[in-house]
T-cell receptor, first 114, second 109 residues
Framework: KNQVEQSPQSLIILEGKNCTLQ??????????LRWYKQDTGRGPVSLTI?????NTKSNGRYTATLDADTKQSSLHITASQLSDSASYIC?????????????FGSGTRLQVQP | NAGVTQTPKFQVLKTGQSMTLQCAQD?????MYWYRQDPGMGLRLIYY???????DKGEVPNGYNVSRLNKREFSLRLESAAPSQTSVYFC????????FGPGTRLTVL
């Protein structure tokens, strides 16, 4: 069964500090991995997408890494801001054009405090 | 462009009542989805529509029906609501990546 596990479940950091969120997956055959940011009360919004051949991708202060051999990804947030407070969801896509292709992690809830 | 819109934003129902959640998109995407999001769990697919006139069951379709009225609109109907259907419902479209609506928070008493 395809699974996506995220850790930690929740995290509190001080404004200006860095943090790293983890995602382990057992989705096969792998197509791509996305990180989404979900603000409270809103729908998820895409941050990055990575394919098998990519091992690093940045979007501003967000940097995602992918190790396809160990089936692990991380999302690193640099110089955190209060607006980074949100849930971060890892989503892995299998090589399948059908609707069952996406597996969602349960998310990491990040709280940035002043 | 509004992207993906959902109505209503909030709804409280009594057990056994019915309702329809509305979703519309102006992105001209063929694929549309309905998910539910529960605490501590990842989003779970309820129903999917690859194109106008087609629908297919997802992971948790029991208790729900859908209608793909046209390319823009995809509605989700609860015929007889149950407390287990208390959740936040998201509509999404897909073109390379998924684009989500703002969600409908549904409580069934």
């Amino acid at each position: 069964k395809n699974q996506v596990e995220q850790s930690p479940q929740s995290l509190i950091i001080l404004e200006g500090k860095n943090c790293t969120l983890q995602c382990n997956y057992t989705v096969s055959p792998f197509s791509n991995l996305r990180w989404y940011k979900q603000d409270t009360g809103r729908g998820p919004v895409s941050l990055t997408i990575m394919t098998f051949s990519e091992n690093t991708k940045s979007n501003g202060r967000y940097t995602a890494t992918l190790d396809a051999d160990t089936k692990q990804s991380s999302l690193h947030i640099t110089a955190s801001q209060l607006s980074d407070s949100a849930s971060y969801i890892c989503v892995v896509s299998a090589v399948d054009t059908g609707r069952r292709a996406l597996t969602f992690g349960s998310g990491t809830r990040l709280q940035v405090q002043p | 462009n509004a992207g993906v819109t959902q109505t209503p934003k909030f709804q409280v129902l009594k057990t056994g009542q019915s309702m329809t959640l509305q979703c519309a998109q102006d992105m001209n995407h063929n694929s549309m989805y309905w998910y539910r999001q529960d605490p501590g769990m990842g989003l779970r697919l309820i129903y999917y529509s690859a194109s106008e006139g087609t629908t297919d069951k997802g992971e948790v379709p029991n208790g729900y029906n859908v209608s793909r009225l046209n390319k823009r609109e995809f509605s989700l109907r609860l015929e007889s609501a149950a407390p287990s259907q208390t959740s936040v419902y998201f509509c999404a479209t897909r073109y390379n990546e998924q684009f989500f609506g703002p969600g409908t928070r549904l409580t069934v008493l």
